[in-house]
């Protein structure tokens, strides 16, 4: 069964970049068809999709972050990461790597636990 790890700094200052890493273990990044996102939820409000990365490095992010986003893998580390620009007050959330489908699809069947991020002078 693949499991996703998040790992981050817990802390970030205002318009700093926010780097994260997703290790995934149990199964390849590039096993076709999957999609590999990054997606993030701010306290007491829903989920937010920021991006993901196809199982062949093609990569699609939400139009509202795109200018601030990027998404990158290392296949021989079976890790993907999230760099986010410019980081705002309001990038404080709990961060989550998930499995989809389908760099496309909104089913997760696979998810981090998650990894808590301050924004904090």
């Known amino acids: 069964q693949v499991q996703l790890q998040e790992s981050g700094p817990g802390l970030v200052k205002p318009s700093q970049m926010l780097s994260l890493t997703c290790t995934v273990s149990?199964?390849?990044?590039?096993?076709?068809?999957?999609?590999w996102s990054w997606i993030r939820q701010p306290p007491g409000k829903g989920l937010e999709w920021m991006g993901a990365?196809?199982?062949?490095?093609?990569?699609y992010y939400s139009p509202s972050l795109k200018s601030r986003t990027s998404i990158s893998w290392d296949t021989s580390k079976n890790q993907f990461s999230l760099q986010l620009n410019s980081v705002t007050p309001e990038g404080a959330a709990v961060y989550y790597c998930?499995?989809?489908?389908?760099?496309?699809?909104?089913?997760?069947?696979?998810w981090g636990q998650g990894a808590q991020i301050a924004v904090s002078s």
């Open positions: 998930a499995r989809g489908l389908s760099i496309w699809s909104d089913v997760y069947g696979s």
């Open positions: 149990g199964g390849s990044i590039t096993t076709s068809y999957y999609g």
């Open positions: 990365i196809s199982y062949d490095g093609n990569t």
